[in-house]
């Protein structure tokens, strides 16, 4: 259905699946399915976070890197997501190279 590719995204496999966290960077949740535990969890974990629309609950670290961010033009952190994805994507690509030989490298020693 329409949500199948963000599932597969983010590692759903089955329901109930929960994920928390960074809409980015989802965690599993592996605790209890009961109220109790739910309420116990969301109490201690979820509600705002560091971001631009909570800039007070940012350590000086992230409010630093917010500020730079936010101060930003939208051409300018338009480039900068370019960039940082064509970083990402030379890694992956790095990865799979590196992954290609060290299993060349392993059917070579079993032969």
């Known amino acids: 259905g329409e949500g199948k590719s963000k599932c597969d995204e983010v590692g759903v496999q089955g329901f109930p699946t929960l994920k928390s966290g960074d809409p980015n960077n989802l965690d599993d949740y592996e ?7 739910l309420s116990k969890f969301a109490k201690e974990n979820l509600g705002p976070t560091c971001g631009p629309t909570n800039p007070d609950l940012c350590d000086a670290v992230n409010k630093a890197k917010l500020d730079k961010y936010m101060a930003m ?25 590196l992954l290609k030989s060290l ?3 392993s059917r070579r020693s079993w032969t």
């Open 31 to 37: 605790g209890g399915r009961d109220f109790d535990s």
């Open 73 to 97: 033009s939208s051409a300018d952190l338009a480039k900068a997501i370019e960039e940082k994805d064509a970083e990402m994507a030379k890694a992956e690509k790095d990865v799979e190279e």
């Open 103 to 105: 299993q060349s490298q």
